[in-house]
């Protein structure tokens, strides 16, 4: 099986189109990809703190691995197998950019106010999270950051924020194993990132930061020919979901209507049902999940599309 680690190839703060791959694979491989956490390494016991002088970027990302045989107007899929903590523990905290992803005008240093910076290391073991001496979370990995490099009218975009039709850092819980992420070719070989994994985390991320961890990833990457995909597209064992977000001039309400209305047109171009139809049902048995606030994913429970079948 092929691997490929951050700590031989780097750490990546963009999805770029301009970077040299790091791995070249082929349709239907599985390989493992080592990343680190969203703060670069620099949390690992108390009293350690997100130092941006130092590392002014977070969610790093390994990347990109080149897709043989990817054109434009393609997509690719990447199914997720495992996902494995390498350290036994994660960790969450604030820093600058939680008090931005709370609030975006400058409450806080209007106030003249701080979140605290002591970070929670959070030990992970028996299928559990330690979140403190009284409170444990149940263990569910889940890949934060996964996207190609973006449309060229995008050039390069921040692994940190940003998510758009190439995926990115779209912070959804049922990226997960034994889930399957479609995406979009914008590029020869699509040029696939991937990091920011988390052993846990609630939808809306709200605090902004999830319990942060370096973990091993198992995936198997494959390519659709000729099939082009518009939004990122999600398959878990029971539903389908579509993927929006929001951008300038568009809003979580938005994303939230773009998303179902993508499966709509997917459900009337896979299975036949008749696009209004399909509005109107999803309109009594969707689904919308909130990733962190900027991304929204509609979806339908798979027991819908075996009645189609």
């Not at 969203?38 to 350690?48: E, K, P, T």
């Not at 997720?80 to 820093?95: D, K, L, N």
């Not at 209004?276 to 339908?300: E, P, R, Y």
Request: proline letters at 7%.
């Amino acid at each position: 099986m092929r691997q490929v680690s951050f700590r031989d190839v780097g750490l990546k703060y963009t999805l770029s189109p301009y970077e040299e791959p790091v791995l070249h694979v082929k349709p239907g491989e599985s390989l493992k990809i080592e990343v680190e956490d969203a703060s670069s390494g620099q949390i690992r016991a108390r009293g350690d703190r997100r130092d941006r002088s130092q590392i002014p970027f977070g969610n790093p990302v390994v990347g990109p691995i080149y897709i043989e045989d990817a054109e434009v107007g393609d997509s690719i899929s990447v199914a997720v197998e495992e996902i494995t903590p390498t350290i036994g523990q994660g960790a969450t905290y604030f820093s600058e950019f939680n008090e931005g992803y709370l609030s975006s005008p400058p409450i806080f240093r209007l106030m003249k106010m701080r979140l605290p910076r002591e970070p929670k290391i959070c030990k992970i073991e028996d299928g559990k999270v330690h979140f403190s001496e009284e409170i444990t979370i149940p263990y569910q990995p889940m890949v934060g950051t996964i996207g190609v490099a973006p449309h060229p009218e995008a050039e390069s975009i921040s692994s940190g924020v940003l998510p758009g039709r190439h995926g990115g850092n779209m912070d959804l819980p049922d990226i997960r194993p034994r889930s399957t992420v479609f995406l979009p070719v914008f590029h020869r070989g699509a040029l696939l990132y991937l990091g920011d994994v988390h052993a846990a985390q609630g939808d809306g991320e709200i605090s902004g930061t999830a319990i942060e961890m370096p973990a091993e990833v198992k995936v198997k990457v494959d390519l659709l020919k000729g099939e082009e995909t518009v939004w990122p597209r999600i398959e878990t064992e029971r539903e389908v979901m579509f993927v929006a977000t929001t951008s300038a001039g568009r809003s979580l309400e938005d994303a939230i209507r773009i998303a179902f209305l993508e499966l709509v047109m997917w459900l009337e171009e896979r299975y036949g049902l008749e696009r209004f139809d399909g509005l109107m049902l999803c309109s009594q048995v969707g689904k919308i999940k909130i990733g962190n606030l900027w991304t929204a994913a509609a979806g339908i429970e798979k027991k819908y599309l075996e009645m189609l079948r």
